[in-house]
C-alpha cells in the first residue's frame, strides 16, 4: 500500500507560479507511475499530468507549457511546477500513483488547495 502527502498549495495571482510537492511512503518500490489530478468546484476530477518510472511525462492540453512534473525515485517524491497560472487552474490538486502500466491510479493523498485570484 502507497500513502501520499501532497503540499504547497495556496493562494496566487494570475500569471504567477506555484510548486505542489507529494511525498510517497509504504510499498514506494511497487510504484509504475504518479501524477497529478486537480478536481474544480462543481467538476469532475481531471488528470492534470503524470510520470513514470522511466521519466516518461504526460501533460493535459491545458497545462501543457506551463506545468512541469518531475520525480526524485531517491526521495520517492513528485512534484508539480505550475507556471502562468490562471483562474481556471483553481482546484483541489491530488496526487495519485499506480503500481501497473495499464491499472489506474488507486492511491491518493488528501489533496491540496490551489487558488488562483488577484
Do not use: H
Not at 11 to 16: D, E, I, T
Not at 63 to 76: C, H, L, P, Q
Not at 85 to 110: H, I, M, N
Amino acid at each position: 500500500q502507497v500513502q501520499l502527502v501532497e503540499s504547497g498549495g495556496g493562494l496566487v495571482q494570475p500569471g504567477g507560479s506555484l510548486r505542489l510537492s507529494c511525498a510517497a511512503s509504504g510499498s514506494i518500490f511497487s510504484i509504475y507511475a504518479m501524477g497529478w489530478y486537480r478536481q474544480a468546484p462543481g467538476k469532475e476530477r481531471e488528470q492534470v499530468a503524470y510520470i513514470i518510472t522511466n521519466s516518461s511525462t504526460n501533460y493535459a492540453d491545458s497545462v501543457k507549457g506551463r506545468f512541469t512534473i518531475s520525480r526524485d525515485n531517491a526521495k520517492s517524491t513528485v512534484d508539480l511546477q505550475m507556471n502562468s497560472l490562471k483562474p481556471e487552474d483553481t482546484a483541489v490538486y491530488f496526487c495519485a500513483a499506480k503500481t501497473t502500466r495499464f491499472g489506474t491510479f488507486r492511491s491518493w493523498g488528501q489533496g491540496t488547495q490551489v487558488t488562483v485570484s488577484s
